[in-house]
């Protein structure tokens, strides 16, 4: 049984950081890639980050370059997203996602039970 937990997320202020964190099993964690999506109120599901870990690479949305940094840590099967420079519009509920191999930012790409609960990250101003 596949089973990704987030933790980390807090409210912050602006400018502040933030670590989430995404642990994994139920899968081989070295053949697969683990995606950061968010959600805010009344938009859709995008994604934010991926890490490959089958082919060694990273990738980021445009507004989070420079301020986010995906890492993985495949001892532990944990994926970390480090976020510094928070604003308020990275407020969202974060979740991370598994999908076999290659990254995507498409979240329909990844299987409906390959996903985690979930946690809020709140940016104040």
């Known amino acids: 049984e596949v089973q990704l937990v987030e933790s980390g997320g807090d409210l912050v202020q602006a400018g502040g950081s933030l670590r989430l964190s995404c642990a994994a099993s139920?899968?081989?964690?070295?053949?697969?890639?683990i995606g950061w999506f968010r959600q805010a109120p009344g938009k859709e599901r995008e994604g934010v980050s991926c890490i490959s870990n089958k082919h060694g690479n990273t990738f980021y949305k445009d507004s989070v370059k420079g301020r986010f940094t995906i890492s993985s840590h495949n001892a532990e099967n944990t994926v970390y997203l480090q976020m510094d420079s928070l604003k308020p519009e990275d407020t969202a509920v974060y979740y991370c996602?598994?999908?076999?191999?290659?990254?995507?930012?498409?979240?329909?790409?990844?299987?409906?039970?390959?996903w985690g609960q979930g946690t809020q990250v709140t940016v104040s101003s």
């Open positions: 139920g899968f081989t964690f070295d053949d697969y890639a």
């Open positions: 996602a598994a999908t076999y191999s290659y990254c995507s930012f498409q979240a329909a790409l990844y299987e409906n039970d390959h």
